[in-house]
């Protein structure tokens, strides 16, 4: 299946506008990455824990917008949008989320 941030597949003509399909995934940090991610903060660098679980939840997210556009007949999602935000009490959360428009194109 396409899926693009554009609102247009190039060279493909969309058919039928299936409607909006959204995706979120909410991980949470434990405590050792917590931890490990504040040294990483205090020292400098990336924070590998948690790249790995941004990493986790984009791919959920992708996944359930994906399925979600398949149960409507679509084989492409366009106008695709990614958001971050870190929720919970003190941040301990992290969710992702992902929408777009599943369309029809041949």
């Known amino acids: 299946m396409i899926k693009t941030t554009t609102p ?16 979120e995934a909410i991980l ?11 040294i990483t903060d205090i020292i400098g660098g990336r924070s590998g824990s948690y790249e790995r679980e941004m990493g986790k939840a ?28 870190v929720v919970g009490e003190k941040g301990g959360m992290m969710m992702v989320s992902v929408s777009g428009t599943a369309v029809k194109y041949r």
Request: hydrophobic fraction near 40%; avoid cysteine.
């Open 58 to 85: 984009r791919k959920i997210a992708f996944s359930e917008i994906e399925a979600q556009a398949r149960s409507l007949g679509a084989n492409g999602i366009v106008g695709i949008d990614l958001d971050y935000e």
């Open 28 to 38: 949470g940090a434990n405590i050792f990455k917590d931890l490990f991610g504040s």
């Open 8 to 23: 247009n597949i190039e060279g493909h003509e969309i058919q039928q506008y299936l409607g909006i399909v959204v995706g």
